[in-house]
């Protein structure tokens, strides 16, 4: 039945481990509790979303209405599977409901982007988002954020692209807790308050193998508990890692392994500001490339630049994460980052300033002011049959001794902790 596949993904788990190939597949045996997925680290990786509730097909890119994504999202206990591909334009915020599963790498054709406003993600607690786009816009509410969360716990967000925040672009500002961001894109927060987002939580936060870029400031700015490992920063302004903006709060961080880049805008800016005694760091093995000369070149960044902050000899006791070097982390946020497995126009412009290495690279004011006058063109597809809409298709339940008549099967939960479904939605990006 099922044996076989369950080795061969447990198989290439452990053999992504070994070589931490971009996160994606990393498959911790001591771990007593189940992760979101393999491949899931930090604070939120425990997050169980839809596992094992009803499954809600997207089967229109309308705004809302019967089978929108807004629809899907507005009730909880849900695994969101795709039909279709493409760009669902929305006039008003979505609120995203607690105990749910976006599986956006069930889109066919190019994936799913969600345009014109903002997502809020507050209260949704125990939620895993996986391979979508996430793009606000001009259009977009004033002093909003594009993905904001005012309070909530045990969120996972895994290959998302977000961009053109109004207020911020990724923030979480209030009582939220044991939340992770990996894998993902936040770039382009609009003028005039360009930011990659305020992170302030009075939980734990991860930020891991993402891509920060084109963001005036706010790179992010921090303040609480905060695991910030092997991630690139390009092309801010006046801020990249702010260190608690002066804050008489305590913040406490663990920041390794990541690589800061200067862009056309960044002039010689440092890539850590705002420090005081009260941020208490951890601190190991981050770069800076500040020369722009389309060489990747940087040295170890010196303790003199993350200011006065208090120093830790060890770091703090977060989730363990396998940190790779910070030149093989770029290489691997070039790779992989965002909701990559079709990468859309946006994106891969984003990718291009990046690999430019400082000579490509600019904040904007409006969406329109890019080569793809907003979200550009997001092809569709064909979605394979699902004659029991449990989620999975007809021939992969035929191939692994499912009933594909049998609307309760993909609920069923196997001896490693996933069900069906999800071994099927796993299966689909590993490895990539």
Same mark, same amino acid.
């Given at each position: 039945m099922l044996e076989p596949i369950l080795k061969r993904i447990k198989s290439t788990c452990l053999k992504y481990s070994i070589m931490a190939a971009a996160g994606i597949c990393l498959f911790h045996e001591a771990s007593t509790q189940q992760l979101a997925f393999p491949g899931a680290e930090g604070f939120g990786r425990f997050a169980t979303g839809g596992r094992g509730a009803e499954v809600y097909h997207v089967t229109n890119l309308n705004d809302s209405g019967p089978g929108s994504f807004r629809d899907a999202v507005s009730q909880p206990n849900r695994t969101v599977v795709f039909e279709v591909g493409g760009v669902i334009e929305i006039k008003n915020r979505i609120v995203v409901s607690p105990n749910i599963t976006i599986a956006g790498q069930t889109a066919p054709g190019e994936g799913i982007t969600v345009y014109g406003n903002g997502v809020s993600y507050s209260d949704a607690n125990n939620t895993i988002t996986r391979f979508i786009r996430y793009r606000m816009g001009k259009i977009g509410e004033k002093d909003k954020d594009a993905i904001g969360?005012?309070?909530?716990?045990?969120?996972?967000?895994? *290959?998302?692209?977000?961009?053109?925040?109004?207020?911020?672009?990724?923030?979480?500002?209030?009582?939220?807790?044991?939340?992770?961001?990996?894998?993902?894109?936040?770039?382009?927060?609009?003028?005039?308050?360009?930011?990659?987002?305020?992170?302030?939580?009075?939980?734990?936060?991860?930020?891991?193998?993402?891509?920060?870029?084109?963001?005036?400031?706010?790179?992010?700015?921090?303040?609480?508990?905060?695991?910030?490992?092997?991630?690139?920063?390009?092309?801010?302004?006046?801020?990249?890692?702010?260190?608690?903006?002066?804050?008489?709060?305590?913040?406490?961080?663990?920041?390794?392994?990541?690589?800061?880049?200067?862009?056309?805008?960044?002039? *010689?800016? =440092?890539?850590?500001?705002?420090?005081?005694?009260?941020?208490?760091?951890?601190?190991?093995?981050?770069?800076?490339?500040?020369?722009?000369n389309g060489i990747l070149d940087g040295e170890p960044i010196s303790k003199i630049v993350y200011g006065a902050v208090t120093w830790e000899e060890k770091p703090f006791d977060y989730p363990h994460i396998n940190v790779k070097a910070p030149d093989q982390a770029y290489q691997l946020v070039v790779e992989h980052v965002g909701a990559s497995l079709q990468r859309d126009e946006v994106d891969k412009n984003l990718i291009r300033d990046l690999t430019s290495l400082g000579t490509l690279g600019k904040t904007i *004011?409006?969406?329109?002011?890019?080569?793809?006058?907003?979200?550009?063109?997001?092809?569709?597809?064909?979605? =394979?049959?699902?004659?029991?809409?449990?989620?999975?298709?007809?021939?992969?339940?035929?191939?692994?001794?499912?009933?594909?008549?049998?609307?309760?099967d993909g609920k069923r939960i196997n001896p490693d902790g996933y069900s069906n479904l999800e071994i099927y939605l796993n299966g689909l990006v590993h490895p990539q």
């Open positions: 969360i005012a309070h909530g716990k045990d969120m996972i967000f895994d *290959h998302v692209s977000i961009s053109w925040g109004k207020d911020g672009t990724f923030d979480l500002n209030g009582d939220v807790s044991n939340v992770t961001l990996q894998h993902s894109i936040i770039g382009h927060g609009l003028q005039t308050h360009s930011t990659g987002g305020l992170v302030q939580s009075t939980g734990g936060v991860s930020i891991l193998n993402c891509l920060y870029i084109n963001n005036h400031t706010r790179n992010p700015k921090v303040k609480g508990l905060n695991q910030f490992v092997n991630n690139v920063v390009y092309n801010w302004a006046v801020a990249g890692y702010i260190l608690g903006g002066f804050s008489k709060g305590i913040s406490k961080a663990n920041v390794e392994g990541n690589y800061f880049i200067a862009g056309p805008e960044s002039g *010689h800016t =440092p890539p850590f500001s705002r420090a005081n005694e009260n941020f208490h760091l951890y601190s190991k093995n981050n770069w800076y490339d500040a020369n722009r *004011h409006d969406e329109m002011e890019l080569p793809t006058k907003g979200p550009g063109t997001v092809k569709g597809g064909k979605a =394979p049959i699902d004659t029991d809409r449990d989620g999975i298709p007809d021939h992969w339940e035929l191939a692994n001794g499912l009933d594909p008549n049998d609307p309760e």
